[in-house]
């Protein structure tokens, strides 16, 4: 049985891709996610590669389905806001192990998720036939576990994978996209490009919701919705600048012994109240 905050959440979160644009960041951690949600987020996200740095671990399926799932399980159990879960490619080659992803996130109270189509074993994309299974295979089971307007974001590599040239990996997004989405998928992700001329391309000729990378270059917010993208995600970039924070006043205070950057902080108390204000305590 679903509860009935969960399933309420997950109804929010899918009305998020039916109309407009909104911006998707992506927490590693419970403080993370608490400094989305008090910033006024609709929803949050996890970042994989965010999660794993964050425990020692190198990106790429390098952390067990259970601990990626610890870490978003306690977000999602403490969030007032929904939660989608970044499951990588869904933690087996097999449609049935990403039906148990599926399932696993939704037992951890999450209302969403991605999948993705690069193969960590090869380094390129698993077969396409393959590949729609898988999506088919965990938007059943969410269906059958019933939470229907559970989020399966279904990310095509491509781009990240060099498959070819650009109109290569254009028409391979494309083809992928539009069979995800009609396996059922309610979110179709391209990360990779970041010029407006793809990106409005891309959602021109695909059909459903499109998820769109913050990258390097990548236009303001209002510009990229107006090309018709529907989520926008940050991905790891804001673990990414927390560290690159941390990294530049450890190397600034080493060179000059200047502890102005250490201070440059949020508050101990200032902490304290984002943690215990998320949510149920712990």
């Avoid at 698993?126 to 295979?137: G, K």
């Avoid at 974001?153 to 989405?181: H, I, M, Q, S, W």
């Avoid at 450890?250 to 200047?258: F, M, N, R, S, V």
Wanted: aromatic fraction near 6%.
């Amino acid at each position: 049985m679903i509860p009935a905050a969960q399933a309420e959440h997950a109804v929010r979160f899918a009305a998020l891709h039916r109309s407009g644009c909104f911006i998707l960041p992506n927490a590693w951690d419970v403080p993370s996610a608490a400094l989305i949600a008090a910033a006024g987020y609709p929803a949050i996200a996890t970042t994989s590669s965010g999660v794993a740095f964050s425990l020692g671990l190198v990106d790429g399926e390098r952390i067990e389905r259970a601990r990626m799932l610890a870490v978003a399980g306690e977000i999602a159990r403490r969030s007032p806001i929904p939660v989608t879960v970044d499951l990588e490619a869904g933690y087996g080659r097999e449609p049935e192990a990403v039906a148990d992803s599926v399932r696993a996130a939704i037992a951890a109270g999450c209302v969403g998720c991605n999948i993705e189509d690069g193969d960590p074993a090869s380094g390129g994309l698993f077969d396409f036939d393959l590949s729609v299974a898988r999506i088919r295979a965990g938007v059943e089971a969410a269906k059958a576990a019933g939470l229907p307007d559970f989020v399966l974001n279904a990310r095509t590599d491509p781009y990240l994978r060099g498959v070819g040239d650009a109109e290569t990996c254009f028409a391979e997004a494309v083809k992928r996209a539009n069979a995800y989405a009609e396996a059922g998928a309610l979110s179709l992700f391209v990360p990779g490009p970041g010029d407006a001329a793809t990106i409005s391309a891309l959602t021109a000729q695909i059909s459903g919701p499109v998820n769109m990378l913050v990258v390097p270059g990548l236009a303001p917010f209002s510009d990229v919705a107006a090309l018709g993208v529907r989520r926008i995600s940050l991905g790891g970039a804001l673990a990414g600048s927390a560290y690159g924070h941390a990294k530049t006043v450890l190397e600034k205070l080493h060179a000059d012994g200047d502890f102005a950057g250490a201070t440059e902080r949020m508050s101990h108390g200032e902490m304290m109240a984002l943690v215990e204000g998320f949510g149920p305590k712990a």
